[in-house]
T-cell receptor, first 111, second 111 residues
Framework: DVKVTQSSRYLVKRTGEKVFLECVQDMDHENMFWYRQDPGLGLRLIYFSYDVKMKEKGDIPEGYSVSREKKERFSLILESASTNQTSMYLC??????????FGSGTRLTVV | KQEVTQIPAALSVPEGENLVLNCSFTDSAIYNLQWFRQDPGKGLTSLLLIQSSQREQTSGRLNASLDKSSGRSTLYIAASQPGDSATYLCAAKTSYDKVIFGPGTSLSVIP
């Protein structure tokens, strides 16, 4: 089974900090995704990548950037964390038009 | 524009009951339909993936069906157990990089 690993389960950061969320998958999937999940708003796509060094904006990219230097790793960067970025962040990967595999999530709190 | 809805939003059943969760989508041009389970504070766990050419998939006590012509998928859970309590989400894949998630059904199985 494909495994998607998110480096942190819980993070607490201060307003204005630069925050890195890391995601690694172990089955050579070309597509990787970052979502955030908030009560009442469901899952919203932040960024995705379909190849190394390639990235595409999702529905809510403002305040975020991403990096994909290696196929297995997709990083989400909060350039200057704000309290409205407090959320559950979910990473996923997929192969072609196949199904998604999600990581266990990172609960980020910005104070 | 693809929209995915799930009915009911919440469901409470006694242990041992068979139950059906419903998922509807507006555009039948999908690559696949995936069912996920999410426990509180956790990531999404894939339960079943139905490709557009398939009618159903089964895993243990779970059976998912897909009817593209009517824009519906159902998740059948047999002999429900308290451990089945979770939120169940369906997701319709409309392109290699686009998945539309439903809002989820919160299931509670009462011992």
């Amino acid at each position: 089974d494909v495994k998607v690993t998110q480096s942190s389960r819980y993070l607490v950061k201060r307003t204005g900090e630069k925050v890195f969320l890391e995601c690694v998958q172990d089955m050579d999937h070309e597509n990787m995704f970052w979502y955030r999940q908030d009560p009442g708003l469901g899952l919203r796509l932040i960024y995705f990548s379909y190849d190394v060094k390639m990235k595409e904006k999702g529905d809510i990219p403002e305040g975020y950037s991403v990096s994909r230097e290696k196929k297995e790793r997709f990083s989400l960067i909060l350039e200057s964390a704000s309290t409205n970025q407090t959320s559950m962040y979910l990473c996923a990967s997929s192969l072609g038009t196949g199904g998604y595999t999600f990581g266990s999530g990172t609960r980020l709190t910005v104070v | 524009k693809q929209e995915v809805t799930q009915i009911p939003a919440a469901l409470s059943v006694p242990e041992g009951e068979n139950l059906v969760l419903n998922c509807s989508f507006t555009d039948s041009a999908i690559y696949n339909l995936q069912w996920f389970r999410q426990d509180p504070g956790k990531g999404l766990t894939s339960l079943l993936l139905i490709q557009s050419s398939q009618r159903e998939q089964t895993s243990g006590r779970l059976n998912a069906s897909l009817d593209k012509s009517s824009g519906r998928s159902t998740l059948y859970i047999a002999a429900s157990q308290p451990g089945d309590s979770a939120t169940y989400l369906c997701a319709a894949k409309t392109s290699y990089d686009k998945v539309i998630f439903g809002p989820g059904t919160s299931l509670s199985v009462i011992p």
